[in-house]
C-alpha cells in the first residue's frame, strides 16, 4: 500500500503517535516548536481537495486528538494549524498531511497575522 519512496506511507509503528481508521499523526522530524505534529491519510493521497469526505473528516478528529495530547504532554499557548497544497504553496512531500504546530507565549517577537505570514509583507495588516 501506499507509494514507493513516499516518507508518509506505510509509516512505522513507533513513529505513529495518534490514528484512527484512515489516517494517523506522527512528530514532524523538522519540527517548527516543540511538539510540532504532522496529521496524515494512510492512503496516498496528493493534498487536501483529493482527499475524501471521510477522509477530510477523519483528518480533523485526529487534529483535535493531536491538540488534546499536546495540551497534556507540552502546554502550549496556542496553535498553527495549516497544509500546504502544491509546490507553489511550499508543499515539498506530495502526500498530504496537515502540521499541528503549537505555540508558545514569546516564541517569536510577535505573532499577529499568523498563518498570513507565509507571505511575510502581508503578515501584519
Do not use: W
Not at 23 to 30: E, L, N, T, V, W
Not at 50 to 66: H, I
Not at 80 to 89: C, F, H, K, P, Q
Amino acid at each position: 500500500m501506499g507509494d514507493v519512496g513516499c516518507p508518509f506511507c506505510n509509516p512505522s509503528p513507533e513513529d505513529v503517535i495518534l490514528e484512527n481508521d484512515l489516517c494517523y499523526a506522527r512528530y514532524d522530524k523538522y519540527p517548527a516548536s516543540p511538539g510540532h505534529l504532522l496529521v496524515i491519510p494512510y492512503r496516498h493521497v496528493p493534498d487536501l481537495f483529493d482527499a475524501t469526505d471521510e477522509e477530510q473528516a477523519a483528518l480533523l478528529a485526529l487534529v483535535r486528538e493531536a491538540k488534546t495530547l499536546l495540551d497534556e504532554r507540552f502546554r502550549p499557548d496556542g496553535y498553527n494549524i495549516g497544509v500546504n497544497v502544491r509546490a507553489a504553496a511550499g508543499q515539498t512531500v506530495m502526500h498530504l498531511h496537515i502540521h499541528v504546530i503549537p505555540r508558545y507565549a514569546g516564541d517569536v517577537a510577535d505573532p499577529r497575522g499568523g498563518v498570513r505570514g507565509v507571505i511575510p509583507e502581508k503578515r501584519v495588516y
